[in-house]
């Protein structure tokens, strides 16, 4: 199972960025898959997750509006468009899958970094 993230980089205020989240090792369609993001020095906070037949997606209020997650099952994988970021959504960025339920996450990615700084 692996779970690896792309597309983070440095942004200035109110630019986007995508995220990409390429899934192998497992049956994909079968998992749920969120973003979870790490602020420096901060615990984790969960961003957005979507279930495997695209049948719905959440946000957390911080990102809602800005944050759009989507997925392609026939690539394997997930992705997070940040549009108007802003200096509090600098962090690093993981995508996790959970095969039993919303939230119960049992793989990671190693993340990828996004610094939103002028």
């Known amino acids: 199972v692996q779970l690896v993230e792309s597309g983070g980089g440095l942004v200035q205020p109110g630019g986007s960025l995508r995220l990409s989240c390429a899934a192998s090792?497992?049956?994909?369609?079968?998992?749920?898959i969120g973003w979870v993001r790490q602020a420096p020095g901060k615990g984790l906070e969960w961003v957005s997750d979507i279930n495997g037949d695209v049948t719905r997606t959440n946000y957390a209020d911080s990102v809602k509006g800005r944050f759009t997650i989507s997925r392609d099952n026939a690539k394997n994988t997930v992705y997070l468009q940040m549009h108007s970021l802003k200096p509090a959504d600098t962090g690093l960025y993981y995508c996790?899958?959970?095969?039993?339920?919303?939230?119960?996450?049992?793989?990671w990615g190693q993340g990828t970094q996004v610094t939103v700084s002028s």
């Open positions: 090792g497992f049956t994909f369609s079968n998992y749920y």
């Open positions: 996790a899958g959970a095969m039993t339920g919303w939230g119960e996450y049992d793989c």
